[in-house]
């Protein structure tokens, strides 16, 4: 298993930091954020260290994915309270302050006050379909 000596999240998989674990198994585990948004805000995480999503081992990837989308119906069922949140960073630009990936599942209700949200007015005018064409294929090219 590959970690990292100086990762708070790597320190948690070894057993050096308590955690409240809600799940875990040869791969991953999911525990309570110790500062959490909402009653029931999970983080999921691999235990092999990768910093987010841009270096992630795309094999572990679909065991990863189905983890977050089972933890999301026991949370959604937990708490029913309209709707969850999954969230990941990836890299500082995005937010990610803790560089070790992970994913969070929280509760929302329509009424909370947090949560991502689009810029006022970002639906006033759409984007030209030319400059669409032209992004996607610069994406495309980046494969």
Do not use: W
């Not at 994915?65 to 089972?70: I, K």
């Not at 069922?77 to 994913?103: C, D, R, S, T, Y």
């Amino acid at each position: 298993m590959s970690q990292s000596s100086d990762c708070i999240f790597c320190k948690i998989v070894k057993g050096e930091i308590p955690a409240s674990v809600v799940f875990e198994d040869e791969h991953v585990m999911a525990f309570m954020d110790i500062f959490p948004i909402a009653e029931g805000h999970i983080l999921l995480i691999p235990k092999d260290h990768y910093t987010n999503m841009l270096d992630i081992d795309l094999e572990l990837l679909p065991h990863l994915a189905r983890r977050l989308a089972l933890l999301t119906r026991q949370v959604d069922k937990a708490f029913n309270v309209g709707g969850v949140m999954n969230i990941a960073a990836n890299g500082a630009g995005a937010g990610q302050e803790i560089p070790h990936l992970h994913f969070h599942v929280i509760p929302r209700g329509r009424d909370a006050n947090y949560g991502f949200r689009f810029p006022p007015g970002y639906r006033e005018e759409m984007a030209p379909r030319e400059k669409l064409e032209s992004i996607a294929k610069k994406i495309q090219e980046a494969a």
